[in-house]
């Protein structure tokens, strides 16, 4: 076994140690960082994808999954115009096999796991009275780390701690390390939280995708206000994975300043 380890580890480093790409064009709104891989999109995709399936049958289980059929299309609708602006930031991403689901909870909580899947749950929308202005706030923003493919950077840094050798085969596609990989991107979603770097970047990718979709990006200003105030002594799960800051909304104020042109040009179209 020692000497099996030892050789995928020599492989890892020979073939996918410290890849370092570019996800995203840098847009409007600037954003320019050089990333390290060591995990494939393929490989990481194929686990949120898993991921992804299980949450939704537990829902669907539940009786939890797109109960308001109204409140699904408005939520699938808003998806639908953002969805297509993310050819700013990289030309695959209108391809990806999207997918957008509500989820009937109490959390004041969305995510998109790697890939384009996108859950929103139901105390998001109706304990903040999300506008969809503020839902496109949210929804960008998700769809950012997505695009950026903050999980997939996440991941390659587990596996450059050491963190689950398993992983190692998982990202050669021996197998075996596929279950570890899934079980990472749920860590990733619900439990771990994003860095401040990530989060800077997601909010400005995801207040110009909300004005190139036709939303007003101030939202994002008035989200945060209300989502920090929501957060009472326990906080709303979005926060603990999306920890807050003080600069956070002037950063905010700032960039949706700056994409307005963008929004008062998606606006005339219409
Ligand atoms: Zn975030």
């Given amino acids: 076994m020692r000497v099996r380890k030892t050789v995928l580890v020599a492989l890892v480093v ?108 139901t105390g998001l929308i109706e304990r903040l009275q999300a506008t969809d202005d503020e839902v496109a706030a949210v929804m960008g923003h998700e769809i950012a780390h997505a695009l950026r493919e903050h999980g997939r950077e996440r991941a390659s840094q587990a596996m450059a701690q050491g963190i689950g050798i398993s992983l190692v085969g998982a990202a050669l596609g021996l197998g075996g390390g596929a279950q570890d990989l899934t079980q990472l991107v749920v860590d990733l979603t619900f439990n771990l939280p994003n860095s401040r ?48 800051h003080a600069s956070r909304v002037n950063d905010l104020r700032g960039y949706a300043a700056k994409v307005m042109p963008l929004y008062e040009a998606a606006r005339a179209k219409h």
């Avoid at 990718?205 to 101030?218: Q, T, Y």
């Avoid at 939202?219 to 979005?238: D, H, I, R, Y």
């Fill in 14 to 121: 020979s073939l996918a140690g410290c890849k370092s790409v570019n996800t995203t064009q840098p847009g409007a709104v600037g954003v320019e960082r050089k990333q390290n891989m060591m995990v494939s999109s393929d490989s990481i995709n194929r686990s949120a994808g898993k991921a992804y399936a299980q949450v939704i049958s537990e829902a669907q289980k539940k009786g939890q999954l797109n109960v308001d059929a109204a409140q699904l299309k408005r939520v699938r609708a808003i998806a639908g115009r953002l969805i297509p602006q993310t050819a700013a930031f990289r030309a695959d991403a209108p391809g990806w096999t999207w997918e957008v689901n509500v989820i009937t909870s109490k959390d004041v909580n969305a995510w998109c796991m790697p890939g384009g899947k996108i859950a929103f749950y």
């Fill in 197 to 244: 770097t990530d989060e800077v970047e997601a909010d400005r990718i995801g207040v110009e995708l909300a004005a190139r979709g036709g939303f007003d990006p101030r939202a994002a200003v008035s989200l945060w206000e209300k989502m920090s105030k929501t957060g009472g002594a326990q906080g709303p799960n979005f926060l603990s994975t999306h920890p807050s």
